[in-house]
């Protein structure tokens, strides 16, 4: 089955950048949707960053021009550079995808890992 394993995470100034990455195992890689999600305890699962098969990218408009989401089939990985990291960026980051880019818009997921935790201080 599909798993999921985030990290880079960690804990930055506003202003400064992170890299965070997913490893993926057991999908058929190559042709999937995979996006970031973020998630806090006062709002619902969000969409940060998808990016296609091939390599069709959308962001949501909080982050756009600042974030950058990219993959590496041969590696099975996906990347999020993270520049310009506001207050309001804090939140625990996930990764996940799906063949279905409709499937991955919705965050319709089984499962998910455990995320990687960003913390940006003002």
């Known amino acids: 089955q599909a798993q999921f394993v985030e990290s880079g995470g960690g804990l930055v100034q506003a202003g400064g950048s992170l890299t965070l990455s997913c490893a993926a195992s057991?999908?058929?890689?190559?042709?999937?949707?995979f996006a970031w999600y973020r998630q806090t305890s006062e709002k619902q699962r969000e969409l940060v960053a998808a990016i296609s098969p091939g390599s069709s990218t959308n962001y949501a408009d909080s982050v756009k021009g600042r974030f950058t989401i990219s993959r590496d089939n041969a590696k099975n990985m996906v990347y999020l550079q993270m520049n310009n990291l506001q207050f309001e960026d804090t939140a625990v980051y996930y990764c996940n995808g799906d063949l279905d880019y409709g499937r991955v818009l919705r965050a319709d997921f089984g499962s998910w890992g455990q995320g990687t935790q960003v913390t940006v201080s003002s």
């Open positions: 057991g999908r058929d890689f190559t042709y999937e949707t």
